[in-house]
């Protein structure tokens, strides 16, 4: 019970996520695949709407401090910037994409905060985001059973 509280707190987790939970559960845990799989995509998910809520609000907050409004702005310019040609050519569904992606700073956290960032509406962001969780969990899943299996 504990163990599977802490996989579910390490998906939950922003740095770490799914690609941190899943393997904790099969190697350090013993989990079987399925629910390693489950248990972190449950974690991974869990944050989402209360992130897709909330980031507009912190951001709108943090841009009306005076002392910060200039990084913000700045932080914000760029990260427009760096993947508006994305959004451009593939429109809501580059967030499946960028949150399938099992790769640092890519996943749920970031994801929403790009569905944020570029007006994504919520009542379309959740689930696109929740399936990029589901494709990210069964990447990470068949990458650490291959490994798992590799290392007999």
Not at 41 to 66: D, H, Q, S, T, Y
């Amino acid at each position: 019970m504990v163990q599977a509280l802490v996989v579910l707190v390490v998906a939950a987790s922003p740095v770490l996520e799914l690609r941190g939970a899943i393997p904790l559960a099969l190697f350090q845990y013993g989990f079987d695949p399925f629910s390693a799989y489950c248990l972190s995509v449950l974690g991974n998910v869990l944050p989402v709407p209360l992130l897709l809520l909330g980031l507009e609000k912190l951001l709108a907050f943090a841009a009306g401090v005076p002392w910060l409004q200039p990084a913000v702005d700045w932080w914000i310019q760029r990260t427009r910037h760096a993947h508006s040609k994305a959004f451009e050519r593939w429109g809501a569904v580059a967030l499946v994409l960028f949150v399938a992606v099992p790769l640092p700073a890519t996943g749920a956290w970031s994801g929403c905060l790009g569905a944020v960032l570029f007006g994504v509406p919520f009542r379309v962001a959740l689930p696109l985001i929740a399936l990029g969780v589901l494709i990210a969990g069964a990447l990470v899943t068949l990458l650490s059973v291959g490994a798992l299996s590799l290392a007999g």
